[in-house]
T-cell receptor
Framework: KAGVTQTPRYLIKTRGQQVTLSCSPI?????VSWYQQTPGQGLQFLFE???????NKGNFPGRFSGRQFSNSRSEMNVSTLELGDSALYLC???????????FGPGTRLTVL | KNEVEQSPQNLTAQEGEFITINCSYS?????LHWLQQHPGGGIVSLFM???GKKKHGRLIATINIQEKHSSLHITASHPRDSAVYIC?????????FGTGTSLTVIP
């Protein structure tokens, strides 16, 4: 089976812009979770989508949003970027929420 | 307040040594995960467990639900084990992560 893929791998944006990141899960996995990793805060859970519905959400502002398509591919959007949004954004797929997580390589976002 | 605490933060070992990384958590969980992250960012799931003990090759993970504690053991450590090891727990609707243990194994 192909692994989890994420595009783009690297992204540079400026403050105030918005960004969309994409994640394609392992075939058959309907749960896609998104995470933010920074040197200061470590890994943090953003949200989880299952069958096109956001079912679980971490403690992030509404500028962070996402969606999932019928083929389980997921996108994450960050609006009005701030310098503090610079991070590695990881997605992971699994059969169910909380199950074994299969991580993608991540998208490294730099906000200038 | 951190829901997941790991120790030690940093660990240097000689090749062949037995290594233990500890994880304590403060919330009710449905499962505990041990993850491995190599330089460059890629994360691999090593174990998911909700009770008892699991073993994969030289890696062993244990969990004590009553004490809210888990350990990851590496037997006969090797330089290729050098990585950051992260403990994570899932509740019904959240994921919480420890800050990670950076392991360096010296040949």
């Amino acid at each position: 089976k192909a692994g989890v893929t994420q595009t783009p791998r690297y992204l540079i944006k400026t403050r105030g812009q918005q960004v969309t990141l994409s994640c394609s899960p392992i075939s058959g996995h309907r749960s896609v979770s998104w995470y933010q990793q920074t040197p200061g805060q470590g890994l943090q859970f953003l949200f989880e989508y299952f069958s096109e519905t956001q079912r679980n959400k971490g403690n992030f502002p509404g500028r962070f949003s996402g969606r999932q398509f019928s083929n389980s591919r997921s996108e994450m959007n960050v609006s009005t970027l701030e310098l503090g949004d610079s991070a590695l954004y990881l997605c992971a797929s699994s059969l169910v929420f909380g199950g074994e997580q299969f991580f993608g390589p991540g998208t490294r976002l730099t906000v200038l | 307040k951190n829901e997941v605490e790991q120790s030690p933060q940093n660990l240097t070992a000689q090749e062949g040594e037995f290594i233990t990384i500890n994880c304590s958590y403060s919330v009710g969980i449905s499962a505990l995960h041990w993850l491995q992250q190599h330089p460059g960012g890629g994360i691999v799931s090593l174990f998911m467990l909700s009770s008892g003990k699991k073993k994969h090759g030289r890696l062993i993970a244990t969990i004590n639900i009553q004490e809210k504690h888990s350990s990851l053991h590496i037997t006969a450590s090797h330089p290729r084990d050098s990585a950051v090891y992260i403990c994570a727990v899932t509740t019904g609707n959240q994921f919480y992560f420890g800050t990670g243990t950076s392991l360096t194994v010296i040949p």
